[in-house]
């Protein structure tokens, strides 16, 4: 890498350590109470390319021992090169390799069982996926985004998330994660993410769209 391109990649936490915990806190209240939609405080200069809340997460989750899959778009992207600068995170070519995954906006989400799933052995040796989405509640209804129930652990009966995704990708997705649940504890424990939060969707969460 030039001086040049690294004089272009922006800032990760102005403390790394801190940072991280503020960050890694947010994530653990995602998966705690999943379909909540959770802040994501930072003051990373995060890339030009995916969403603030998307790269501030992985710049917390990822390590040098980490592979990481991005989608199309953020793989020729500022992201790339801010992720493995920052994190020192080796970038594969194909989702079966990754521990970790990003999917931006606008671009199509890989097939669920073409992550790494894990055994009934080793359930940790599965991938976690970040998918970015415009928006969630009041203003994914507004934009004719997909409307789900999810039941599980961590959730009192049943919380109703508004997403904003296509209708295709919402019901191909909730299918896929339906198939998931016969092979549990195998599976991939999932982010939503738009420009200043999360949502934890762990493997044991069961999504169903609403009628």
Do not use: K
């Not at 079966?96 to 669920?112: I, K």
């Not at 040796?125 to 994914?140: G, K, M, R, Y």
């Not at 295709?168 to 991939?188: M, N, T």
């Not at 982010?191 to 999360?198: K, M, N, P, S, V």
Request: with cysteine; net charge negative; hydrophobic share 50%.
């Amino acid at each position: 890498m030039t001086p040049s391109e690294l004089a272009a990649i922006g800032a990760g936490f102005s403390d790394p350590a801190l940072g991280s915990q503020a960050v890694f806190r947010a994530a653990l209240q995602a998966l705690s109470h999943p379909g909540r939609p959770v802040d994501v405080p930072h003051d990373a200069e995060v890339p030009a390319r995916g969403h603030a809340a998307a790269a501030a997460l992985l710049l917390a989750l990822l390590d040098p021992d980490c592979r990481l899959w991005l989608s199309p778009s953020l793989a020729g992207s500022d992201a790339a090169a801010w992720l493995r600068f920052h994190c020192g995170c080796v970038l594969v070519d194909e989702p079966a390799q990754a521990q970790f995954a990003w999917v931006a906006a606008g671009d199509e989400m890989p097939a669920l069982d073409g992550f790494a799933q894990g055994s009934d052995t080793y359930p940790d040796q599965s991938a976690t996926c970040v998918l970015e989405v415009p928006a969630f509640a009041d203003d994914a209804a507004a934009a004719g985004g997909a409307a789900w129930q999810l039941h599980g652990p961590g959730i009192r009966d049943q919380v109703r998330l508004t997403v904003g995704l296509a209708p295709q990708a919402a019901h191909a997705l909730v299918a896929q994660r339906a198939a998931e649940h016969a092979a549990f504890p195998c599976g991939i424990d999932l982010f939503l993410a738009t420009e200043r939060q999360i949502v934890g969707l762990p493997r044991t969460t069961r999504i169903r769209m609403e009628n």
